[in-house]
């Protein structure tokens, strides 16, 4: 992810629009995710459709992020359920199950999102509560952005028209780098107006040559949506970010 990421975010799905998404992702790009420690499970004649198991594991929990909602038993029926209609073995018809049960497994799958995003956004709000107390220099805006100066700068200070080049890390509360140019070792150019709330406020309060913190809560950054398999719903994000140049 890059901070162009911060552009977009995605909204919650029912299952009925899981059903019908059909983005794949490619085998190529199935393979740059996998492990490359420890044993194939299987020899070279069989990996390819160990591959296509796992292409398609990537594909659907990554779009409903399962693993967070459903405990082992329900996973298990979830893949029995998937086994046997892939095999044409089920004692029921598909379309029966999904019209008596569909709105069912919404509701189950909504609840359980909540609830999550509920105590995701208790987390950030803790944390903002902490950081705060622990940096006294520490200003929160009436947006509920908190700005850190960790370093004054002396040069220009952007605004939403401009173009900006800086370098930032950004971590998810626990500490978790979700992104950073400063890892990649190259400084990022884009359009200030281009990016999430938090951001525009954020770099808007800084000049050329200067770093700062920016917590930024929820509401700001990506909301109950999140940003793909790297942030989550509801999160509140740190970034540290130094302005190069204002353009």
């Not at 944390?127 to 700005?147: H, M, Q, R």
């Not at 979700?178 to 990649?184: A, E, I, K, Q």
């Not at 938090?198 to 509401?219: F, H, N, R």
Request: charged fraction near 25%.
């Amino acid at each position: 992810m890059t901070v162009f990421g911060l552009l977009s975010s995605r909204s919650a799905r029912g299952f009925s629009t899981l059903a019908r998404k059909s983005s794949v992702p490619s085998v190529s790009s199935t393979a740059r995710h996998m492990s490359s420690s420890g044993p194939m499970p299987y020899d070279d004649d069989k990996m390819p459709f160990y591959a296509l198991g796992t292409n398609l594991a990537l594909q659907v929990g990554g779009q409903g992020n399962f693993k967070t909602l459903l405990d082992e038993d329900e996973l298990d029926v979830v893949l029995e359920g998937f086994c046997e209609n892939l095999k044409g073995t089920a004692t029921q018809d598909a379309r029966v199950i999904l019209t008596t049960y569909g709105q069912q497994l919404n509701k189950i799958l909504q609840e359980r999102t909540n609830q999550i995003v509920e105590r995701v956004k208790k987390d950030g709000e803790d944390f903002i509560a902490n950081f705060l107390d622990c940096n006294e220099e520490a200003v929160k805006t009436d947006s509920g952005l908190v700005y850190y100066e960790m370093k004054a700068g002396t040069g220009k200070q952007p605004e939403l028209s401009n173009t900006v080049e800086v370098h930032y890390h950004g971590t998810l509360t626990d500490g978790t780098v979700f992104d950073s140019s400063v890892d990649r070792g190259q400084t990022i150019s884009f359009p200030l107006g281009g990016v999430i709330k938090g951001w525009q406020e954020g770099l808007a309060m800084m000049k050329e040559g200067g770093k700062a913190t920016l917590v930024i809560p929820s509401d700001l950054a990506y909301g109950d949506a999140g940003s793909g398999d790297t942030i989550p719903p509801g999160a509140c994000l740190k970034f540290e970010v130094e302005l190069f140049k204002v353009s």
